[in-house]
DNA sequence: ATGTCCACTAGGAGTGGA
């Protein structure tokens, strides 16, 4: 079973990129972040043609998630409990059947804007709810996966300027130790089951160049429980599919991909 | 160079967000 996470920064600005890539890697299991489009808008036929049925909890402009899956797909819960007027940011499945079932939520955390900002201390806030939640329902034995963009650079080791920006949005230690609450409910980076030390990003700024300076960070992740880490056969951030294709504008985020084991 | 890109409002180019 392969699966993966990617925000798309803009489903309607993406499309064709993103086709691109579904056509390529065939992930089983997508989740999508930043989809910028209403439910009514989301282009249901184009991934249908694909093999992909959809599930999604958009927004007018900003915000939205949708999981994508060829396998048999069950809706949970869309929406973080208590969170709502901060933006449409979860959306949860089942996907497959009997042992290789999943248990699938896709994650696009709030930004924060800088610490001055009415929207980091909700940002801190909204982190304690999705530990909260999460706890509902995480078990060890039990294989379910959180992905998504969660806004966080987890240690140094994922920043490619800790010196210059230790301290600042993404980086501080209120968000850390939120982060950290939120894995030891019993999640696991995959990217780092697999990688303790490489330094790699899934996420660069458009601005100044700042993907081929190396100039990113690791803020897409795929957490799994136990059961998962169990089943892990590979995990990659696919940098191929942040750079133009053609005419095609990538995103700035790259897409993060894992192959797990059937059972 | 805070240097790009997306969506919105508007019916062209500026604004806000990331």
Known sequence: MRIATWNVNGLRARLDFVKHWLAERAPDVVGFQELKLTDDQFPHADFEALGYRCLTHGQKSWNGVAILSKLPLEPIEAGLPGQAEFG???????????????????????????????????????????????????????????????????????????????????????????????????????????????????????????????????????????????????????????KKKGELTPSDHAPVVAVLDAE
């Open 88 to 242: 449409a940011r979860l959306i949860r499945a089942r996907v497959g059947e009997g042992p290789r079932a999943l248990d699938f939520t896709t994650l696009y955390c709030p930004n924060g804007k800088d610490l001055d900002h009415e929207d980091y201390p909700r940002k801190l806030a909204w982190f304690e709810a999705l530990r909260g939640w999460a706890e509902g329902f995480v078990r060890a034995d039990e294989s379910a996966v959180l992905c998504g963009d969660f806004n966080i650079v987890p240690t140094p080791l994922d920043s490619w300027s800790e010196e210059e920006l230790a301290g600042s949005i993404f980086h501080t230690d209120a968000e850390r130790e939120r982060y950290a609450a939120l894995l030891a409910v019993g999640l696991r980076d995959l990217y780092r089951e697999r990688e303790p030390a490489t330094k790699a990003f899934s996420w660069w700024d458009y601005r100044g160049g700042a993907f081929h300076r190396r100039q990113g960070l690791r803020i897409d992740m795929l957490l799994g429980t136990p059961a998962v880490v169990a089943r892990l056969r590979s995990v990659e951030i696919d940098r191929e599919y942040r």
